[in-house]
């Protein structure tokens, strides 16, 4: 018994020597982390309409007429308005309540990076054009411009040739060019923001 157990203690370095071999031996998949822009690079993340940046889409509303439509985004229209990111001349310019058709005009600050000693924003311009039918609301938002770095070196740029695939894209599609990249973002997430308040607005969810 007593040379049986020296003769498995004398066996434990060389199963675990073994053992730890075994496991290097095992090869893993390369973890794949996800594109933090990858909603910012799918087919049409910036649509473009008769030559123009544009994004449209029909909000459903059971149950609401036209004017009741009409009414809640006049509403959401003009209050957006009076928002703190909003500039001088924000205003809804468009408000037909026989053909039940709004349109508003948007300068807002679109904010890239805020710290204590150093702020990058852009005014952000744009239109909003809406008109109301029994139980929908076809919604665009377009004619976007930006007025950038104000403080020092103005520059105006046009959507159209600033964040469009061929202007903010790399060749590979698969990552947002830095500068131009930054405005893409920031104008998709406002865009996604105010038509899902539209459409909580309208159907309550």
């Given at each position: 018994?007593?040379?049986?157990?020296?003769?498995?203690?004398?066996?434990?370095?060389l199963?675990?020597?073994?053992?730890?071999?075994?496991?290097?031996?095992?090869?893993?998949?390369?973890?794949?982390?996800?594109?933090?822009?990858?909603?910012?690079?799918?087919?049409?993340?910036?649509?473009?309409?008769?030559?123009?940046?544009?994004?449209?889409?029909?909000?459903?509303?059971?149950?609401?007429?036209?004017?009741?439509?009409?009414?809640?985004?006049?509403?959401?229209?003009?209050?957006m308005t009076?928002?703190?990111?909003?500039?001088?001349?924000?205003?809804?310019?468009?408000?037909?309540?026989?053909?039940?058709?709004?349109?508003?005009?948007?300068?807002?600050?679109?904010?890239f990076?805020?710290?204590?000693?150093?702020?990058?924003?852009?005014?952000?311009?744009?239109?909003?054009?809406?008109?109301?039918?029994?139980?929908?609301?076809?919604?665009?938002?377009?004619?976007?411009?930006?007025?950038?770095?104000?403080?020092?070196?103005?520059?105006?740029?046009?959507?159209?040739?600033?964040?469009?695939?061929?202007?903010?894209?790399?060749?590979?599609?698969?990552?947002?060019?830095?500068?131009?990249?930054?405005?893409?973002?920031?104008?998709?997430?406002?865009?996604?923001?105010?038509?899902?308040?539209?459409?909580?607005?309208?159907?309550?969810?």
């Amino acid at each position: 018994m007593k040379r049986l157990l020296i003769a498995l203690l004398m066996l434990i370095p060389l199963i675990a020597t073994a053992q730890d071999n075994t496991w290097e031996r095992i090869e893993t998949e390369p973890v794949q982390k996800d594109n933090p822009d990858a909603k910012y690079l799918v087919p049409d993340a910036v649509p473009e309409i008769d030559g123009k940046v544009c994004w449209e889409q029909t909000i459903e509303a059971p149950g609401k007429s036209a004017k009741e439509i009409y009414d809640i985004l006049l509403a959401q229209l003009t209050k957006m308005t009076e928002e703190p990111n909003q500039i001088e001349n924000s205003i809804v310019a468009v408000k037909d309540s026989v053909k039940f058709e709004l349109g508003a005009v948007f300068h807002e600050w679109l904010v890239f990076k805020s710290a204590t000693f150093s702020l990058d924003q852009t005014q952000f311009n744009y239109q909003i054009l809406i008109t109301c039918a029994n139980e929908k609301a076809d919604v665009k938002l377009t004619r976007i411009t930006y007025d950038y770095d104000l403080e020092r070196k103005p520059v105006h740029y046009q959507a159209e040739k600033w964040i469009t695939d061929k202007y903010c894209v790399n060749k590979k599609h698969t990552k947002l060019l830095p500068i131009s990249g930054k405005f893409r973002r920031k104008t998709i997430d406002r865009k996604d923001f105010i038509f899902n308040k539209f459409n909580t607005l309208l159907n309550g969810k």
